[in-house]
């Protein structure tokens, strides 16, 4: 064993035994979709009186801390997003109304000296100034007080606590503790009204919360006048409800907002779901990658299994490495974890197809010698398709939000513990391998001694594919043409993330006509509602933005003609939030698109650049055609797949322009043309064997993903259908055409291809 050799295996070793440990020890933190849980996103509302820049946001986030603290949540999480929006997430909580209520709730306590009871034809309807710093409002039984300007604030409180008294007769209360100033001006404001008779109403103190007298007591005759009380405590009386005053001293404690808040944005997940998507994933992963790795040792035996083993270190090495940085798993990031084992076999495929080249071109060949030349020459295909990968899974972290970013962060982790696992774990594995004296003996034990059935087909029939390269940009363009009229007669239908609205997912007992549910919605006054199988027993209602009294209406009227049917999971998004999310995704979607062109024109000519480009937009504006077509929505997930597509379509160009890069530079005199077609030939059986292991795996996905990802993984089915195809017969074309452009001639006539 060689010292390069010996240096990969330590490095090897350390990663795998650190990565098992920390898989071992540190879980893995499931988001919301998966656990089931309540997400509420809070914007921050400016007011006369105070802005939300990011200061009150950062005050507003400490006091919803202490709130949720108080609520009891296990494990919640607050983060503040931008300036002004703070991400609240409550594992277990299936009623968010209750959540949201107490989160977005200013809480503006303040007690004020009672100046007696209004007289008639007071306006009590709404907080009315009769004279500076005075108002009307009822107290808790609906007595018009006449009320004067504040003395204290609930930034006087020190605590507050909710207590049952059983033998006094007060039965649920609140206990306030003063503390600093709050002692000597609760003491002077209670003397004050105790100068009053008994009775008058003027000898009450009125607590007000949120422009709301919530108690009015009176001070007891035992308190003389002047002295108030002085041990800076009292209690709140009244018809008070376990729950109620338990919440009061809820926001008490938890202090006023600094600023107003607003809720944006509001989804909510049931437990039984989140169980239902991890089981149907890890099938899909056990399934799928099975089959990979099934189809990968047939094709390359003894290498494919050593590969098929370095691709369960994959799954382990990013396995923790999303434990180890606390990245959160989203369904769309295990997803992406899952598509991402499928794709980590292209390095494997891209350096063993090198190495058959290498075999099959030298005199005496050894398996060993190819082996290192397949790894040396597939290495900047390697890098490049990687990349590319990367720079969408850093868009999709940067430019997207909730999920899709959790999307991202697992795609991004997979394509570098994919080339980890390719360039270190895999070759150290067929190094060894190949230097046993038993498989010197046999090589084509390995796999690798054999040309495969795909190129052993393509020398023998020796096709000029880019002979008339015109006539494969008509067949794209019509392609382009038919999705693209999708577009124009059914338009993009825009999910609720992007449009704002509401989103309800339903489990019924037995399969349901939508159709019904429809109409029946119609006639309850909810016309623009859209509604949708969802699996084999379940429904999706999409409408406007909807009152918590409305939901219940939509919930109402489709249990009268579902029968049972159980919520779970119930989607809100604010119209100024989906307005955002969506110019996000164009934005995102351009950027995309920027940046591979910008990458590619740095690692090639721009002619490939551009061509590459051309075949991305080609795949995006057909996938969209697709979607408008089977009348999918187009949501956050949807543009996950669609930026995934982006960066597989990339990889299969930024192979085959590698290929023809090399060619190129060799200067053996063909023209452009013949150049890219001996690349092709060339890059075929990689391309070919990449895409049925990727196809393996999302096909596991559709079929057993569930509802929730079926959608995903059809779109990623038919984008690895349409790259596959755009990588070869619409990028290449085009960039000879280009090619030809640039140096004043025409396209090379027919028969000038030459052979592979």
Known sequence: MNRSLRVRA??????????????????????????????????????????ADSAATDRTLEVLRGRIDALGVAEPTLVRSGDHRIIVELPGVQDPKKAAAVLGRTAQLTFHPVLGAARDGDETSR?????????????DSGTPLRLGPASLTGEDVKEAAARFDQQGGAGWHVIIGFEGAGRDGWARLTGEAACTAPGDAARRVAIVLDDKVISSPQVDPSIACGTGIRDGATQITGSF???????????????????????????????????????????????????????????????????????????????????????????PGLAGFVLAIGMAVDANVLVFERAREEYAARRRPSIRSALTAGFRNAFSAIADSNITTLIAAALLFFLASGPVRGFGVTLGIGVLASMFSALVISRVLAEFAASRPGVRRRPRLTGIATTGAVRERLTRRNPLLMRRPRRWLATSAAVVVLAGSGLAVRGVDLGVEFTGGRLIEYSTSSPVDPGRVRSALADAGFPRAVVQSSGDAGLTVRTDPLTDAEEREVTGTLREVAGPADKVRDELIGPSLGKELRQGALIALAVALGAQFVYLAARFRWVLGSAAVVALVHDVVILLGVFAWLGKPVDGVSLAALLTVIGYSVNDSVVLFDRVRELDRRGSGPPFSGVVNQAILQTLPRTVNTGMGAAFMLTALAVLGGSSLTDFALALLIGLAVGTYSSVFTAAPVAIGLHARSRGGKPSPEGAAVTA
């Open 10 to 51: 330590l490095l090897a070793l350390a990663v795998l035994a650190l990565s098992l440990y920390v898989a071992a020890t540190v879980p893995v933190r499931l988001g919301l979709d998966l656990r089931g849980g309540t997400q509420i996103v809070l914007e921050t509302r400016s007011t006369p009186t105070a802005d």
């Open 127 to 139: 907080p009315l100034p009769k004279r500076p710093g005075q108002r009307v409002l009822p107290d």
């Open 241 to 331: 409800s376990p729950e109620e005053a338990r919440e009061l001293s809820l926001l008490i404690n938890g202090g006023a907002l600094p600023v107003p808040v607003e809720t944006v944005e509001q989804r909510t997940v049931g437990p039984t779901l989140g169980a239902q998507a991890i089981t149907a994933s890890a099938w899909a992963a056990v399934i799928g990658t099975a089959l990979t790795s099934l189809f990968i040792i047939v094709v390359y035996r003894l290498l494919g299994a050593l590969a098929a083993l370095a691709l369960a270190c994959y799954g382990l090495v990013s396995y923790a490495a999303l434990a180890a940085l606390g990245a959160t798993l989203t369904l």
